[in-house]
């Protein structure tokens, strides 16, 4: 199948892992991304910045000549390609009327929608999403990264919703020999994730204050500065930014434990961490959920905590017991695998529904 897929393509673990995953097996993929309008990279920077203050404005109202051009481009792309599958990937700049005119244009194809962050959060920035709500009579199917978005997006008129977790890419995703990792990777705990004004800070704080060694990466974490108490021992690793690639490897594979913090501003009950870290045979200490417990059984697979207290007790005998730190590792990575945690089989599972639809209109 000829499979068109719209998103920013701005990071490469989300809309370009599943458009590789998808040519693997077997299928013609288009790519319509729209990051590359308004970012460029910065030297030295693993997050790109906005080409100027203009483009940043018009991405926060979804309004001005980029915008345009960038719908304009989408319709010109999908009328030359003919897809059979349009995929909107986390996709906030498209506006309604856009997809309306593309199903026009594409009377035959299925038209479908995703997204990893959480469009129903009361914690959603204002406007940021009605796009996406807005565009919702106009697709075929929809993909819900979360269990309770089932019902979100069924109580917002959505006919046919489907699961598709995240997942790890096993290109990626894999063990790295210790000897191989650079010095300053290797700690006790390693929390790689972006920043939210939740319990993080307290949590982290909490565990250089009981002497363990933390690395921390992720992106946002600037704004956390200016609230942080003057003798936060998080003031110390400062600048922070996201470790990519290589060095995202070096930083899960180069700690003894990977610490999962989930997002309360999605309400996330899982996050794709949760797949990762496995994935790299790391011991993965993750805040408890009944999701999680549903996916991974607790203290074999990975272990889990509820408070800050339990966070400090389990992360003590992961970072002591060797050999059960070892064996957490070893079973959560052999878990991921057989239970199908990776991209290619995510896409397997998501091309599996698709093709149901595409019998059904036969």
Not at 47 to 61: D, G, P
Not at 167 to 173: G, H, L, Q, S, T
Not at 268 to 284: G, L, N, S, V
Not at 304 to 312: H, I, Y
Request: hydrophobic residues 40%; neutral net charge; charged residues 25%.
């Amino acid at each position: 199948m000829k499979i068109l897929i719209v998103g920013h393509f701005l990071w490469p673990w989300y809309q370009e892992a599943c458009a590789k995953a998808l040519e693997e097996l077997g299928h013609e993929v288009i790519r319509f991304g729209w990051s590359d309008y308004f970012k460029q990279p910065r030297f030295g920077k693993s997050e790109q910045e906005y080409r100027s203050f203009f483009h940043r404005f018009q991405v926060r109202l979804y309004w001005g000549p980029t915008v345009w051009k960038v719908n304009n481009d989408l319709l010109n792309m999908a009328e030359q390609t003919q897809p059979e599958i349009v995929w909107f990937y986390n996709e906030q700049l498209i506006a309604p009327k856009t997809v309306a005119k593309l199903r026009d244009r594409l009377p035959h194809a299925i038209f479908c929608q995703y997204a990893n962050d959480n469009p129903f959060s009361d914690k959603a920035a204002w406007g940021l999403w009605r796009n996406f709500l807005g565009s919702f009579p106009l697709f075929d199917i929809h993909f819900a990264y979360r269990q309770s978005n089932l019902t979100d997006f069924k109580n917002h008129g959505a006919q046919q919703v489907h699961l598709l977790r995240s997942y790890f890419i096993p290109e990626e995703d894999h063990p790295v020999p210790y000897e191989e990792i650079p010095e300053h990777f290797k700690c006790d705990v390693v929390f790689a994730g972006h920043y939210e004004d939740d319990e993080r800070v307290d949590l982290l704080e909490s565990i250089c204050e009981a002497g363990f060694s933390l690395n921390l990466f992720g992106g946002g974490w600037d704004k956390a500065l200016q609230s942080l108490k003057s003798g936060s021992p998080l003031r110390t690793k400062f600048p922070i930014s996201p470790a990519v690639g290589s060095d995202y490897r070096f930083a899960i594979c180069g700690a003894k434990v990977a610490l999962c913090i989930l997002s309360s501003l999605n309400k996330d009950t899982y996050t794709r961490r949760c797949f990762q870290i496995p994935a790299m045979k790391t011991a993965m200490l993750s805040q408890q959920t009944d999701d999680l417990i549903s996916l991974f059984a607790p203290n074999l697979e990975a272990v889990f905590f509820r408070n800050r207290e339990e966070l400090l007790e389990k992360l003590r005998l992961l970072v002591t017991d060797e050999k059960f730190r070892l064996s957490v590792a070893n079973s959560g990575y052999h878990k991921v695998y057989s239970a199908g945690h990776d991209v290619k089989s995510r896409m397997s599972i998501w091309l599996h529904q698709i093709s149901e639809m595409h019998s059904q209109r036969e």
